[in-house]
C-alpha cells in the first residue's frame, strides 16, 4: 500500500511538473499580414558612413587635426589620447599619453609642427572642487607626452556643468568654454555673474604671461577694467557650450548650446556677448526675476524644441569638397536622437534650414580634418563616421499606414484582436507610465526567428550589446489606456498605441543599420475604433478623471505622446531598443487562451528562437514585480530602478551621470552607494546618489519625489509615482544590512 502511494506521488508530482512546464501555444503561426513599410516621411537625404572601419576608440569625445602632419589626434573620456593618420586606409592607432583622468577637451597650437604645445581640458574628482576643472599645456615630442612636465594653464569649479571644449581662434588666442557648474537650472546663480570662471567662454594669450599665471589677456576682452569682472571672460551666459568652432572663411564663432527644459540652441559667439542663461533658455523666458548683467542678450540663430534635439552637439561651417551641396553650410547634430542638421547663414539669418540624417549614433563631437571634410564622432560604438548620399529607399511615404487598422497587426482594431501570428507579451516589472494600464505585442513576419540572449546585461559596446536579436521587419506593440474612473475597469479609456519598427537601413551592409528601430504613435480616436498615425512632433491632450479621494471628485490628467525623436532617449542603442523583451523581464508567466505559461518555454516549444533552449525558463534569472508586496523589499527596488531608470543609467545608455541602475549589478558595480551626485546637488545637505540608511540625502530618491523642475524620470511620465516613492524610501532607509553591496535585484535561476 506504502508503495502504491509513493508511485501514486510520484506520478502526481509527475503530472504538476508536466503541467508546469506545458507551453501557452502548441505551434507557431506565421504573421504575413505586415504592411508596416516604408517611412511616414521622406527620408533625409544623407546617411553615415564608417570612416574608419578598423579603428575602435572607446568612448571617444573629442579630436582635432596635427596641423601640417595629415594626422588625427583623438581623445577619449577616460584620457587616453591617440594618435592615427587622415589616411582612410588607416587600421592602427599610435598612444601619445594617457592622462589617468577624465578628459574632455583638446587643442593643437597653430605652430604645433614647431613648438609640440598640446592643450588638454581634465575633470578630476581627486582635485579639490573649485579647482576640479583644469587647462594643462603639454610637449608632445617624437609622439609621446611626458605628463610630469604638466603646465597649469587656468582652473575652475568643477560641477554638473564643466564646459571644456578648447580650441585656437584665428586671432590665434585660445578659446575654453565652461558650463554652469550645476545639474539643473542653474543652482550657483553663476549665469550672469561675470565675477567668476563659470557659464562663459574665456580667451587667453597662451603665447605671453603676466603676473602669476602661465598666460596674458587679449587687449579686447570685453571685461578688462570693469571691477570685480574676470577679465578672461569673453562671452558669458551659457549654460554648457557644448563644442565650439570657429569658420574657416569668415574666422566667425560658433557654438552648440545645451539647453534645460524645452530647447537647444546654436549661437553666434560675439566678444562681450550674453546669451541669457539663466534668465533665458534661448529666447525663451526661463528665470526671468534672477538678477541680470546690463548688457543686451544675444539670441539664437536657431533653436530646436527637445521634440527634436535634447542635448544639442555644436559643429562646424563645412569646408569641404566631397558634398558641395553642403558647402558653407554649419552642420551640427544632437546627442541623444542622433540627428544631423544644417543651415547656411546668410542675410543676418539661417536659410536652407533641414534635417540632413536621422542615425543611431551618440554623436559627441564633430572633427574637422585638414582638407576641410567633416568626421562625426560617436560615443557609444567608438566608430569615425562621415556624412554620405543616402541611397535610394525602396519605400515612398505614402506606404506607411495611416492608421492602426491599416497595419496588419489586428484584425479587429477596436476589439483589439491580434491578427494571426502577432504574439501578446507581458513583463515583470513594468515602465510607470501615468496609471496607464499597457497591453503587449510582438509581431515577427514569416519564419523569422530571434536571437535568444540570456547574459544579463554585461555593459559591452553597444555597437553589439547583449539581449535578444530581432529579424528585419519586426514590430513590437504597446496600447496605453486609462481608466476615467478610478477603481472601475469599464472606464478604461485607449489613448495611443506605440509601435517599434525593426527595419535594416537601405545600403547599410556593415551590419549597423540591423540595429536601427523607429518608433511611431497612433493616437486613439472618441469612439475607441481606430487610432490615427500622430505626427513626428508629437504632441498633448488633457481629460477628467473621476476620483472619489480627490477634492472635487475629480482631477484633471495631462498626458503627453511622445515626440519620434523623443522615443530614442529611452528606446536606446545601449538598451538594445526593445525595453521589456529581454530575458530578465520575460521570464514569467502569461495567459495564452485560458492556459498559463512561462513566455520564454512557450517562445522556445514554437520555434521562435534562432536555436533551440536546451534549458527551460525555470534555470534562467528574472527580476520580480515591483508592486508585488509579498517579495523583498530591495528586490522590489532594483526590479523598478532598472525598468524605469536603466535604459539611460547604463554605461552608453545616454545618461550624463555615471552610475548603472541594471539590476544584475551588485550595488557596489552600479557605483551608487555614497557617490557624489554629478548633476549638482539640489540644495540636499551633503548629499549621495545613495546614503544607506538615510533617503532625504539620497539624490535618486529625492529626484523621483519632484513634481516639475529636476524630476526623474524627466520624460514619458507627468503624474508621479507614489507607492514606488515609498518603496524605494523604505529601501534605502534599510540600508545598509549584512552584505548590502554584494546584492543584486536578480533573483538567480535555482531560485526560480
Same mark, same amino acid.
Given at each position: ?461 553597444? +555597437?553589439?550589446?547583449? /539581449?535578444?536579436?530581432?529579424? !528585419?521587419?519586426?514590430?513590437? #506593440? @504597446?496600447?496605453? $489606456? =486609462? %481608466? ?46 481606430? +487610432?490615427?498615425?500622430? /505626427?513626428?512632433?508629437?504632441? !498633448?491632450?488633457?481629460?477628467? #478623471? @473621476?476620483?472619489? $479621494? =480627490? %477634492? ?64 527551460? $525558463? ?135
Amino acid at each position: 500500500m506504502k508503495n502504491t502511494y509513493k508511485s501514486f506521488l510520484v506520478l502526481l508530482l509527475l503530472a504538476g511538473s508536466l503541467c508546469a512546464q506545458r507551453p501557452g501555444l502548441q505551434t507557431r503561426v506565421e504573421w504575413t499580414k505586415s504592411r508596416v513599410i516604408g517611412s511616414p516621411e521622406p527620408p533625409p537625404p544623407y546617411a553615415l558612413k564608417i570612416a574608419y572601419p578598423d579603428v575602435r576608440f572607446e568612448n571617444p569625445i573629442a579630436g582635432v587635426p596635427v596641423p601640417g602632419a595629415k594626422q588625427l589626434m583623438i581623445v577619449e573620456y577616460s584620457g587616453k589620447i591617440w594618435l592615427i593618420d587622415e589616411d582612410r586606409q588607416a587600421n592602427e592607432k599610435e598612444l601619445v599619453v594617457d592622462m589617468g583622468t577624465k578628459t574632455v577637451g583638446l587643442a593643437l597650437h597653430p605652430m604645433f609642427f614647431r613648438n609640440g604645445r598640446m592643450f588638454v581640458t581634465t575633470i578630476d574628482d581627486t582635485r579639490d572642487e573649485e579647482v576640479g576643472s583644469r587647462v594643462s599645456e603639454f610637449q608632445v615630442q617624437d609622439g609621446k607626452v611626458n605628463k610630469e612636465n604638466e603646465c597649469t594653464i587656468i582652473e575652475w569649479k568643477r560641477g554638473g556643468h564643466n564646459g571644456g571644449c578648447l580650441g585656437f581662434g584665428p586671432d590665434g588666442y585660445l578659446y575654453i568654454s565652461t558650463g554652469d557648474g550645476s545639474g539643473i537650472a542653474d543652482e550657483l546663480h553663476t549665469g550672469q555673474d561675470v565675477t567668476d570662471l563659470l557659464g562663459c567662454i574665456m580667451r587667453l594669450d597662451i603665447d605671453n604671461t603676466a603676473g602669476d599665471v602661465n598666460y596674458a589677456i587679449p587687449n579686447d576682452n570685453p571685461l578688462i577694467g570693469v571691477k570685480d569682472a574676470r577679465p578672461e571672460v569673453y562671452s558669458f551666459g551659457h549654460r554648457q557650450i557644448w563644442k565650439f568652432s570657429h569658420d574657416r572663411r569668415t574666422g566667425r564663432m560658433w557654438g552648440g548650446e545645451v539647453g534645460q527644459d524645452l530647447w537647444e540652441m546654436v549661437y553666434i559667439i560675439k566678444n562681450g556677448g550674453n546669451y541669457g542663461w539663466s534668465l533665458m533658455e534661448g529666447s525663451h523666458p526661463f528665470r526671468p526675476d534672477r538678477d541680470r548683467h546690463e548688457s543686451t542678450i544675444e539670441k539664437p540663430i536657431v533653436e530646436h524644441n527637445h521634440n527634436d534635439f535634447r542635448s544639442i552637439t555644436g559643429g562646424y561651417v563645412y569646408d569641404g569638397q566631397r558634398l558641395e551641396p553642403l558647402q558653407n553650410h554649419y552642420i551640427y547634430g544632437d546627442f541623444d536622437t542622433g540627428k544631423i542638421w544644417s543651415f547656411k547663414y546668410q542675410n543676418d539669418k539661417a536659410q536652407d534650414w533641414s534635417e540632413l540624417a536621422d542615425t543611431s549614433i551618440r554623436l559627441v563631437s564633430f572633427i574637422e580634418q585638414s582638407d576641410g571634410e567633416l568626421l562625426l564622432v560617436d560615443y557609444a560604438s567608438g566608430m569615425l563616421h562621415e556624412l554620405v548620399k543616402a541611397p535610394p529607399s525602396s519605400a515612398v511615404a505614402h506606404d506607411f499606414p495611416k492608421r492602426l487598422s491599416e497595419t496588419g497587426l489586428f484584425k479587429d482594431t477596436a476589439t483589439m484582436l491580434p491578427e494571426d501570428g502577432v504574439l501578446s507579451y507581458s513583463v515583470n516589472s513594468p515602465l510607470w507610465s501615468d496609471n496607464a494600464k499597457k497591453f503587449r505585442y510582438l509581431a515577427i513576419p514569416g519564419k523569422g526567428t530571434v536571437d535568444f540572449d540570456d547574459v544579463l546585461y554585461p555593459e559591452t559596446p553597444p +555597437a553589439a550589446p547583449a /539581449g535578444w536579436r530581432f529579424p !528585419d521587419g519586426t514590430v513590437t #506593440v @504597446k496600447t496605453f $489606456a =486609462v %481608466e476615467t474612473e478610478k477603481g472601475n475597469p469599464d472606464s478604461l479609456r485607449r489613448l495611443e498605441t506605440r509601435i517599434m519598427h525593426h527595419k535594416k537601413m537601405d545600403g547599410d551592409d556593415n551590419g549597423y543599420g540591423a540595429q536601427v528601430w523607429r518608433g511611431y504613435t497612433y493616437v486613439w480616436n472618441e469612439d475607441q475604433s481606430d +487610432a490615427l498615425l500622430l /505626427g513626428k512632433e508629437g504632441g !498633448d491632450i488633457e481629460f477628467k #478623471v @473621476k476620483d472619489a $479621494a =480627490v %477634492e472635487g471628485g475629480e482631477y484633471v490628467q495631462r498626458w503627453h505622446f511622445p515626440s519620434r525623436a523623443e522615443c530614442t532617449l529611452c528606446h536606446t542603442m545601449a538598451s538594445r531598443y526593445v525595453l521589456g523583451i529581454n530575458t530578465l523581464q520575460m521570464n514569467k508567466d502569461h495567459g495564452y487562451n485560458g492556459i498559463v505559461a512561462n513566455q520564454i518555454d512557450t517562445f522556445n516549444h514554437i520555434g521562435i528562437f534562432t536555436k533551440k533552449l536546451e534549458k527551460t $525558463a525555470k534555470s534562467l534569472p528574472r527580476i520580480v514585480d515591483h508592486r508585488n508586496n509579498e517579495e523583498p523589499t530591495h528586490l522590489r527596488a532594483r526590479s523598478y530602478l532598472m525598468s524605469n531608470c536603466s535604459h539611460c543609467h547604463r554605461r552608453w545608455g545616454g545618461g550624463n551621470a555615471e552610475f548603472s541602475l541594471l539590476a544584475n549589478k551588485t550595488l557596489e558595480e552600479a557605483a551608487v552607494i555614497g557617490v557624489t551626485p554629478g548633476q549638482g546637488t539640489f540644495k540636499l545637505r551633503d548629499p549621495a546618489l545613495i546614503v544607506p540608511g538615510e533617503p532625504e540625502r539620497s539624490l535618486i530618491y529625492h529626484r523621483m519625489t519632484l513634481e516639475g523642475l529636476g524630476r526623474m524620470p524627466h520624460v514619458a511620465a507627468n503624474i508621479k509615482d507614489d507607492p514606488a516613492v515609498e518603496l524605494v524610501r523604505r529601501w534605502i532607509q534599510g540600508l545598509p544590512d549584512k552584505d548590502y553591496l554584494k546584492e543584486t535585484g536578480v533573483v538567480s535561476g535555482d531560485s526560480n
